[in-house]
C-alpha cells in the first residue's frame, strides 16, 4: 500500500475507534465495544496495514478469498471471522482456518463444524445468526429457534456458543433498524440469562454502528468505514 493510502487508512481507524468508544460511554458501558474489521474485496496488504495499527480481529465473508488472506498474512498473530453465509461444503475449511463462525444458522451445520474442528485447537467460537427484521434474506434463523440451536451448540466440545449476530434488513427509516437491534438485544439477554458464558452480540455495520452499540451490541463489524467504498461485492 502506498504512504498516502496507509495515512488515509490511520485516520479512518483512529476515527472509527473514537466514534465506537463514545458510542459505548454514551450508552453508559463500561466497557467499549469490539471492532471485527471487514475485509471482504479488499487485498491482503490492506490488512497487514490495518495489523500494524494494532487492529487483530478481521472478518471476511468468503472462505476461498479468506484462506488466501491467511496465508498471505500467516506471520501475523491475527483472529479471524467468517461472516459470510456458510454452506455445508465449507463447513470444513472454516472449522480448521477460523477462530469464529457467526453465521451459524441451521442444526445441521452443528455436526459437520464439530467433526472437522482439530482437536489440538480450542473450541470454535459461535454466534448464531438470527433473521430479525430482513423477508428478502434467507441468511439467519427464525428468532424462536435460538434456545434449539443453542442447545445443540452446547452439546459440542469442539465449538462454544458466545453469542448473537444479525444483520438487519437495510431500512432507510433508521428508526426501523433501531427497532431491530432492540429485538436483537432481547433475545441476546434471554441466552445470556441461561449461560454466563454469552458475552457477544455482534450487529451495527459502518453506517449504523453507533445505534447498534446505543441499543447493546457488543461487537461491531465494519469494512467501507475502514477500508474505503467496495467495488465488487
Ligand atoms: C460487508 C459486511 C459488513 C461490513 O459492511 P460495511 O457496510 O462495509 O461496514 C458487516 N457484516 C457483514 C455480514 C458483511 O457482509
Not at 31 to 44: H, M, Y
Not at 71 to 82: I, K
Not at 186 to 191: R, T
Request: proline share 4%; hydrophobic share 45%; aromatic share 4%.
Amino acid at each position: 500500500m502506498d504512504t498516502d493510502a496507509t495515512d488515509s487508512m490511520q485516520a479512518a481507524f483512529a476515527a472509527i475507534s473514537a466514534r465506537i468508544d463514545a458510542a459505548a460511554r454514551a450508552a453508559g458501558r463500561g466497557e467499549t465495544a469490539s471492532l471485527l474489521a471487514v475485509g471482504k474485496t479488499k487485498p491482503a496488504a490492506a490488512i497487514r496495514a490495518l495489523a500494524g495499527l494494532g487492529q487483530r480481529a478481521f472478518g471476511e465473508n468468503y472462505v476461498q478469498e479468506a484462506l488466501a488472506k491467511q496465508s498471505a498474512t500467516g506471520d501475523l498473530d491475527l483472529e479471524w471471522h467468517m461472516i459470510g453465509p456458510l454452506q455445508s461444503n465449507k463447513c470444513r475449511d472454516v472449522a480448521r482456518h477460523f477462530d469464529w463462525l457467526q453465521t451459524l444458522d441451521r442444526a445441521k451445520l452443528i455436526d459437520l463444524l464439530a467433526r472437522h474442528r482439530p482437536a489440538e485447537r480450542p473450541p470454535l467460537n459461535v454466534l448464531i445468526q438470527v433473521n430479525i427484521d430482513d423477508e428478502t434474506s434467507k441468511s439467519g434463523c427464525a428468532p424462536d429457534s435460538v434456545p434449539e440451536l443453542a442447545g445443540l451448540i452446547a452439546t459440542r466440545s469442539a465449538l462454544r456458543l458466545r453469542g448473537l449476530m444479525a444483520i438487519p434488513a437495510p431500512e432507510r427509516d433508521f428508526a426501523r433498524r433501531r427497532e431491530a437491534f432492540a429485538r436483537m438485544r432481547g433475545l441476546f439477554d434471554e441466552l445470556a440469562a441461561a449461560d454466563a458464558r454469552i458475552d457477544t452480540l455482534s450487529m451495527g455495520m459502518s453506517e449504523d454502528f453507533e445505534l447498534a452499540i446505543a441499543e447493546g451490541a457488543t461487537m461491531v463489524r465494519i469494512g467501507s468505514a475502514l477500508f474505503g467504498a467496495r467495488h465488487r461485492e
